[in-house]
């Protein structure tokens, strides 16, 4: 089957890193994204690797090792208002265009 | 900022009862997805549509299920008879190339079966 793993809840205060984990299993696999999904939102798109290695956008960065099939979500200093749920995708070519799927998300709650 | 927008955004209906989901993609994405997110649980896909005919399927998306774009800008998703555990979040999401990663999702339609 196609899975991803990522912790259920992860706690941390303003200010701080935070790293999010994602190990997956699936087929037809072509790369890793990542999603922020506040309660009661939509998903918005935060990252992507389809290399191996570290991608970086501003406070946010992705690190993917496909010999590893495990990637990474890296917060820097952390804000009230990035208390939202992440969820990594794989980008998955079962057919001819790709579709996500996704892992069960990781709630992040920053407290102050 | 151009965004997928979905109607209605809550959907109560009956068992046993069709329902149409409306969606209307980013305009120039060529792309269009239909996921689901039963609450509290992860996001699954459903269906990508390309080119007037589906890509692929997952087997979430059974023969209670179809899509279509019926014009140059609606993309709808039909539940032909709505079973209990049909109630989710639908969230429809278009992208500019195929098997890209970044796709831009609408707001959801939340569907309650009774």
Redesign the interface.
């Known amino acids: 089957g196609q899975s991803l793993e990522q912790p259920s809840e992860v706690t941390a205060v303003e200010g701080a890193i935070v790293q999010i984990n994602c190990t997956y299993q699936t087929s037809g696999f ?2 890793l ?1 990542w ?1 922020q ?1 506040h309660d009661g ?5 935060l990252s ?1 690797n ?1 290399l191996d290695g570290l991608e970086e956008t501003g406070r946010f960065s992705s690190f993917l090792s496909r010999s590893d099939s495990y990637g990474y979500l890296l917060l820097q200093e952390l804000q009230m208002k990035d208390s939202a749920s992440y ?1 990594c ?1 794989a ?1 998955n ?13 990781t709630k992040l709650s920053v407290k102050p | 900022e151009p965004e997928v927008t979905q109607t209605p955004s809550h959907q109560v209906t009956q068992m046993g009862q069709e329902v149409i989901l409306r969606c209307v993609p980013i305009s120039n994405h060529l ?1 269009f ?1 239909w ?1 689901r997110q039963i609450l509290g ?5 459903l269906v ?1 549509f ?1 080119n007037n005919e589906i ?2 399927k ?1 087997e979430i998306f059974d023969d209670q299920f179809s899509v279509e774009r019926p014009d140059g800008s609606n993309f709808t998703l039909k539940i032909r008879s709505t079973k209990l555990e049909d109630s989710a979040m639908y ?1 429809c999401a278009s992208s500019f190339r ?11 339609t939340r569907l309650t079966v009774t």
Request: hydrophobic share 25%; glycine share 20%; proline share 4%.
């Open positions: 072509y790369g994204s999603y999904q939102g939509a998903p918005t798109f992507y389809a969820f995708a980008v070519y079962g057919g001819s265009q790709g579709n996500l799927i996704f892992g069960k998300g | 792309y997805y996921y649980q992860k996001v699954e896909f990508s390309y890509s692929e997952s969230f195929g098997g890209t990663y970044e796709q831009y999702f609408g707001p959801g």
